[in-house]
């Protein structure tokens, strides 16, 4: 969770930092990759991640009511639209003590194991995870092993579970990098030097999946956390479970070449789209970013975005940061490389930044750009070009400039082209090879190219070619 008014760029300072609370493993040998294992599926991986996408829901703010049983509503026509993964938001109970607003940060919980009374009981979540299900799609929980609200019981139960001042006071998160305050005055640092600690938290993680049957977990903060109580929560979920999903907040190699999680956080890729839009950035960063990534990870994927709860409500919408490039970044964003996220709203579209300590509301009408989200989830379910991390092809660049990027993918007899213009000038391209009857996922039209024809692209034009 990247915590109210904390910008993005500190993340990526935190991310790099090495405390005595994070990266606490050596860098040989998970956090170097083998040449062996990069791009090499194994049973590490379910089998229905391959082609998977993630949509993320906050609950609060979704419909008017705010609950589950209004969200649950909402899941046929995810399912039309092509969601794979919903992803919850803290669905846990918020601490009333030292809370930010009226409603609180659900990142602040106050008890691992319950669910927050104002999105509903135990009994309507049991009934939207089993709804999920029935609609063939998985579900995953926001965790926050980071820190806890000051309600939680562990406060006065177990004061050691937490890190102290000299003096023995309880303490909210400190930035490693200056030991001073986050500003998250919410909640309470734990203290990972606790085992007890440990086991209690894995304890309430293991509840979910074997009681509630949910999915996996997107690990907040996880880059904050140290690497080998991930090694003890990965030993003890995947022997309940074995095809959970692990998604860390965070990018930090160790975390994924460990196989402690299969996916983490674009960041770096995001804010180069963000760039690009700016005109700060283009083709060139993008492929220096892909190729770098290629020698730094030998295990899992990114998942790609334009927006989410943080950016949206602290950084903007995507209109707000990329302007009339939002599209464009997007279709890049998901043919690419990696999987693909989309924030709940983005198919209204959401052009608003929504509340985060008071209720709010997408205000769901006339989804708009869902069908155009649609064609981009359902090519990357046919064509095995544009799946997720080894399941997929890797990219080969055709031709990159100051203005135009033109990769290919290949999987098996699956190809897949993406063309885009990633400035606000119209260009030329001259093709780099001929494409014969390809489908043009966001137009629904076939389209040849031969060898050398020059081809316009509009500002910001883009192309998702697919030969299914």
């Known amino acids: ?5 904390i910008l993005s760029i500190f993340f990526l300072a935190l991310m790099s930092c090495k405390t005595d609370k994070t990266n606490t493993k050596s860098d040989s040998p998970t956090s170097q990759p083998n040449p062996q294992q990069v791009n090499k599926a194994d049973d590490f991986y379910p089998s229905w991640l391959k082609n998977a996408n993630i949509y993320e829901v906050n609950i609060r703010q979704y419909t008017k009511e705010g609950t589950f049983n209004a969200f649950a509503d909402h899941l ?5 639209m092509g969601v794979d993964i919903l992803w919850l938001m803290p669905i846990y109970p918020i601490s009333k003590s030292k809370r930010k607003g009226t409603l609180g940060s659900y990142y602040a919980v106050s008890d691992y194991a319950k669910v927050n009374p104002e999105f509903g009981t135990l009994e309507d979540f049991q009934a939207m995870v089993d709804s999920i299900h029935a609609h063939n799609m998985k579900v995953i929980l926001d965790f926050v092993p980071n820190h806890t609200g000051w309600d939680h019981t562990w406060i006065t139960d177990h004061p050691e579970y937490y890190t102290q001042d000299k003096d023995g006071n309880i303490i909210d998160p400190q930035d490693p990098s200056t030991g001073e305050s986050w500003g998250w005055t919410d909640v309470a640092d734990l203290n990972f030097d606790n085992q007890d600690m440990r086991k209690a938290m894995i304890d309430d993680l293991t509840y979910w ?3 509630e049957g949910i999915d996996g977990y997107r690990m907040d903060v996880a880059h904050n956390v140290p690497d080998d109580f991930w090694d003890q929560v990965s030993d003890a979920l995947f022997k309940v479970k074995k095809d959970i999903f692990m998604l860390a907040e965070a990018e930090a190699p160790v975390l994924r070449n460990s196989k402690n999680f299969h996916a983490d956080y674009g960041w770096e890729f995001h804010h180069i789209l963000n760039s690009i839009a700016k005109g700060e950035a283009g083709p060139k960063e993008v492929k220096a970013w892909y190729d770098k990534n290629q020698t730094t990870y030998s295990s899992g994927f990114h998942m790609q975005f334009t927006s989410n709860h943080d950016e949206n409500s602290w950084n903007g919408t995507t209109k707000e940061r990329m302007g009339v490039a939002h599209k464009a970044l997007a279709a890049l964003a998901f043919s690419m490389d990696g999987m693909p996220l ?15 300590f008071e209720k709010d509301n997408i205000g769901f009408k006339s989804y708009a750009e869902a069908d155009w989200y649609s064609r981009l989830l359902h090519a990357k379910h046919r064509n095995s070009a544009f ?12 031709h990159v400039d100051e203005q135009m990027l033109v990769f290919k993918r290949q999987k098996g007899k699956f190809i897949a082209y993406g063309l885009f213009n990633l400035t606000d000038k119209e260009t030329t391209l001259e093709m780099p090879e001929t494409i014969e009857r390809f489908t043009n996922v966001l137009k629904k039209k076939v389209v040849s190219f031969k060898t050398g024809e020059t081809v316009t692209m509009p500002a910001w034009g883009h192309m998702v070619l697919s030969s299914f």
Do not use: A, C, S
């Open 1 to 5: 969770m990247k915590h109210y008014f």
């Open 76 to 80: 046929p026509r995810l399912k039309k």
């Open 209 to 211: 999946i074997t009681d």
């Open 342 to 356: 989309i924030y709940g709203g983005q198919e209204e579209p959401l052009e608003k930044r929504l509340e985060f």
């Open 387 to 398: 799946w997720n991390g080894p399941f997929g092809g890797e990219v080969e660049f055709l």
